[in-house]
């Protein structure tokens, strides 16, 4: 069911990854975000993007209007642009934004992401 996903910071030809990240990617839980991981060791798509490779996703049944989920995806990517580099460059995550994700503040969402990528060990 990959038609309504709408990941950012994406070039054509990555959709491969997003979905071999679906299929092999290993999951973290927090309270409002899903966190998938998986250690690539090849450039990513037919552009050859850098890694590490990020990814928001906001399903239209989590959240209806798009205005939100777009809100959600540009703050997941300054969330990730302002915290710099990762422990393992070469991985690909893709993050899920559940209900209830919009109603949080900027500082929490940040709270949750900084989790989520502790407990994935991708940062200190």
Same mark, same amino acid.
């Given at each position: ?8 910071? %994406? +070039? ?6 997003? =979905?071999?990240? &679906? ?11 899903? &966190?998938?991981? &998986?250690?690539?060791?090849? #450039?990513?798509? =037919? ?17 209806? %209007? ?16 302002? %915290?710099?580099? %990762? +422990? =393992? #460059? ?7 934004? +559940? ?9 929490? !969402? ?6 989520? !990528?502790?407990?994935? +060990? &991708?940062?200190?």
């Amino acid at each position: 069911n990959l038609a309504k996903i709408e990941p950012t910071f %994406l +070039k054509s030809g990555t959709k491969d990854v997003v =979905e071999r990240v &679906l299929r092999l990617g290993k999951s973290y839980f927090g309270d409002n975000i899903q &966190l998938r991981c &998986l250690k690539i060791d090849s #450039p990513v798509g =037919e552009a050859g993007g850098d890694l590490p490779f990020f990814a928001f996703v906001v399903s239209s049944k989590t959240e209806k %209007l798009a205005v939100n989920r777009n809100l959600l995806k540009r703050r997941g990517g300054h969330i990730i642009r302002e %915290l710099g580099d %990762l +422990k =393992e #460059p070469n991985t690909a995550c893709v993050f899920f934004f +559940k209900k209830g994700a919009v109603s949080l503040i900027f500082d929490k !969402l940040k709270e949750q992401i900084v989790f989520l !990528l502790k407990k994935a +060990k &991708l940062k200190e």
